[in-house]
Nanobody
Framework: QVQLVESGGGLVQAGDSLKLSCAASGDTYSNKDAAWFRQAPGKEREFVAAIRWNSSVMDYANSVKGRFTISRDNAKNTVYLQMNTLKPEDTAVYYC?????????????????WGQGTQVTVSS
């Protein structure tokens, strides 16, 4: 199984940017799809962005499209989430995940490895 460690979260103001990183170790990572999910207090976990193992496809939630960019560097076993023009509603714990979700890149159960999460707080 792949072990994932997120980093890069923090407290920022609305309009600022952050870049999250997700470092993978353990089992083969480069041939697995990856995704970011987030969970705000009192809310269910929601899909944010996903990327195919070879970066051929990227998918985004409507709420972040045009502001967030997912990317990966398989040579470094790392997935990134560049977050621009942050809003207070982006406040959440952000989790990265890897797996083989097939057609269902937006669904959490399709991923079998998850990180512990990194807190992102956006003040107004």
């Amino acid at each position: 199984q792949v072990q994932l460690v997120e980093s890069g979260g923090g407290l920022v103001q609305a309009g600022d940017s952050l870049k999250l990183s997700c470092a993978a170790s353990g089992d083969t990572y480069s041939n697995k799809d990856a995704a970011w999910f987030r969970q705000a207090p009192g809310k269910e976990r929601e899909f944010v962005a996903a990327i195919r193992w070879n970066s051929s496809v990227m998918d985004y939630a409507n709420s972040v499209k045009g502001r967030f960019t997912i990317s990966r560097d398989n040579a470094k076993n790392t997935v990134y989430l560049q977050m621009n023009t942050l809003k207070p509603e982006d406040t959440a714990v952000y989790y990265c995940a890897t797996g083989r979700p097939g057609l269902f890149m937006r669904r959490g159960p399709g991923y079998d490895s998850w990180g512990q999460g990194t807190q992102v707080t956006v003040s107004s």
